[in-house]
DNA sequence: TATGAATGAGTCTTCATTCAT
DNA sequence: CATGAATGAAGACTCATTCAT
């Protein structure tokens, strides 16, 4: 490249970097494709899934998934700190909002089902390994920010006060299970009526 | 049982048999130790345990366990099937007292956490393999009990309206997994407080 | 045993004895069932058939096998000679008659199927083990019966004259490998043409 | 072939392609050992030589023989397919020389001994598995083949009239048996002496 | 002596990771 | 950098042989 063209890195960091910065374009786009994809099979087909078969099915060879995420467990952590973050952010907005029970509306959202957030059901429920350990950070991020809304929902008195925000986020995994467990097919009404349910046991008696 | 009915179950083990009948007392014995061993492991460690560990563990050679569970997939069923079985026989006893509030009491007992309710947490939880599949009797059968004793507790008003035995069952799940999640370390108490908040979504508003 | 029945045994060797000499009644009985279930299942699928398998066919426990038969090559041995002793002694009743094409009828026979003869096509076809290093003896015997044919049919001038007794044994086993190869269920004609057709080519031209 | 005809193979290999077009040259070359190996490790020791014996005489590791041929099986039909696709040429070539005698040619060479023809002897004769079930295609090729050259020369009157194209298979699969149950050591000669006077069966009385 | 359970070395196969092209 | 072939350490499973009942 030439130095004619030094102006187009420094406007790059528009959208949450994952560990992608200063990478080529085409390389970016491949590290995305393979994280999407790690996802996506994760969810359906738990933690045994080849890494042959995530490059091939991302439509890139091994050697690129080792480039980007050097051993498999470096991709389940990358997999699952995306989605954590994305639930921090979410948290974020929410709290900005005011809205006495937005903890409820959080964990809706947490457990509303769809593809989008399989990857975390499975992450967290399969419990193969332990966020808590493997990324700390992200983990203890999204503790706090549930932290401070549950403080305020206490406050406002629409939740039940014998318990944590570990417990609750104990909870929030359990939901995800039930889900998973109600059956791939059970569809949106039926996991939310689930979900529904388990978040009923937080609420004052 | 008093001493008065001796002529019932005198040649009868006292629990209830998996199918180890007509087996030499040694081969029995080896079935007992590799199940209880894998029971074990797969709850520790999860499903990827070596079969050559588990045998290892168990004290007896790799061969020896395929001589008894002749897949590992058939080992996971048998560990599974097993501790459903006991929770069938507990139910049946439940159903026995009259107590309308026997269903939480199972759900309870269920949870509970301990050693020897981690296999089950396990098998359910990881959903790696789907017991109804698998086994379509044996979860049939727990399910038809849970049946039995959430009718009773509907009609005496005790549990929500708007649930199913089936959905109980995933909640039940999900409260295997919210105990797993919260921890190996987590201790009777932290564990039964979670279950309980729960099950606590299954009561009436 | 008392000693009052010590004529037991000089009677005994009226058939060709194999190795089951001063055996109990049963204990002769379990060997011939396992040779001869060895003999079967060896000519239908190979010598790779299990131990187990052939313990279970013959309706013995494996360790029964072993006592009779201390390794699978001590089996396969056995089932050779067996076989060979009885060709040996056809040989014999041959030469008797005097007849100068007794050769051709000795390897007509040979290779007359059936199930009789399977086993020997098998052990001899397949070569996977070589008789003559495992049983110098018998093989000799046999190779030595026909021999002294081959010399009788020389000088009747009924057989070409540049072939050796070693070479016989060569054709008669390419014999059997063909007609194992133009299938289990050629039928006893067929395979009876082609035996023909290779033996022909032993005739003086 | 004259300096007169450049211009018909340039691009063509010599020895007709296996399954292994368009592979990367590394990749071509594994696959050519692997295959070689296990021609001359069947041939010598029959098919129950380990993978891991073959992979290690071939210079690689025991995952680059399951990439080339996913599994045993694979491997042995690769290994028999590659020398009928051979033999089918020398057919083709035969053919177009006119030659009445033809057939015996080809069949002459499909029985001369040395290393090249131990792997089709192993592979038909030991018959432990069926050719003509597991490729269908190569088989009927063959034998096709055979069967012009056996209507060419039957017209001509140098082959007996009652043998047909598959009976011709059946001998050539005994030749091939005869020859190594003359022994590994016999050498050339013998060896064709013995193929010989099987094959001389063939011609008319 | 017969049985059949137990053993454990050995087999095929998979797959995370490395490396030549 | 991307590719995909090669690697090799396990893993599940088999089976000849031994040994307790």
Redesign the interface.
Same mark, same amino acid.
């Given at each position: 490249m030439s130095s004619r063209t030094p102006d187009r890195t420094p406007a790059e960091p528009v959208t949450p970097p994952g560990d992608d910065r200063g990478l080529r374009a085409d390389a970016r786009r491949n590290r995305e494709r393979v994280l999407r994809t790690a996802q996506r099979l994760f969810a359906a087909h738990?933690l045994?899934v080849p890494l042959d078969e995530i490059a091939r099915r991302a439509g890139v060879g091994p050697g690129t998934v080792h480039r980007h995420f050097p051993t498999k467990e470096a991709l389940y952590l990358a997999v699952a700190i995306d989605r954590i973050r994305r639930l921090v952010a979410e948290g974020e907005a929410l709290a900005g909002t005011g809205d006495p029970a937005a903890l409820f509306t959080l964990l809706s959202r947490m457990t509303a089902s769809g593809a989008e957030n399989a990857a975390v059901k499975s992450a967290? !429920? /399969?419990?193969?390994f332990d966020l808590r350990d493997a990324a700390p950070d992200a983990a203890a991020d999204l503790t706090h920010q549930v932290a401070r809304l549950l403080d305020r929902a206490r406050r406002a008195g629409v939740v039940?006060h014998?318990?944590t925000a570990?417990?609750v986020?104990?909870?929030v995994?359990?939901?995800? !299970? /039930?889900?998973?467990?109600?059956g791939e097919d059970a569809g949106q009404e039926r996991s939310a009526?689930?979900a529904g349910?388990?978040?009923?046991?937080?609420r004052p008696?």
């Amino acid at each position: 490249m030439s130095s004619r063209t030094p102006d187009r890195t420094p406007a790059e960091p528009v959208t949450p970097p994952g560990d992608d910065r200063g990478l080529r374009a085409d390389a970016r786009r491949n590290r995305e494709r393979v994280l999407r994809t790690a996802q996506r099979l994760f969810a359906a087909h738990g933690l045994g899934v080849p890494l042959d078969e995530i490059a091939r099915r991302a439509g890139v060879g091994p050697g690129t998934v080792h480039r980007h995420f050097p051993t498999k467990e470096a991709l389940y952590l990358a997999v699952a700190i995306d989605r954590i973050r994305r639930l921090v952010a979410e948290g974020e907005a929410l709290a900005g909002t005011g809205d006495p029970a937005a903890l409820f509306t959080l964990l809706s959202r947490m457990t509303a089902s769809g593809a989008e957030n399989a990857a975390v059901k499975s992450a967290l !429920a /399969a419990a193969e390994f332990d966020l808590r350990d493997a990324a700390p950070d992200a983990a203890a991020d999204l503790t706090h920010q549930v932290a401070r809304l549950l403080d305020r929902a206490r406050r406002a008195g629409v939740v039940r006060h014998d318990v944590t925000a570990d417990e609750v986020m104990a909870i929030v995994a359990g939901a995800f !299970a /039930a889900i998973r467990h109600a059956g791939e097919d059970a569809g949106q009404e039926r996991s939310a009526h689930i979900a529904g349910i388990i978040l009923d046991g937080l609420r004052p008696r």
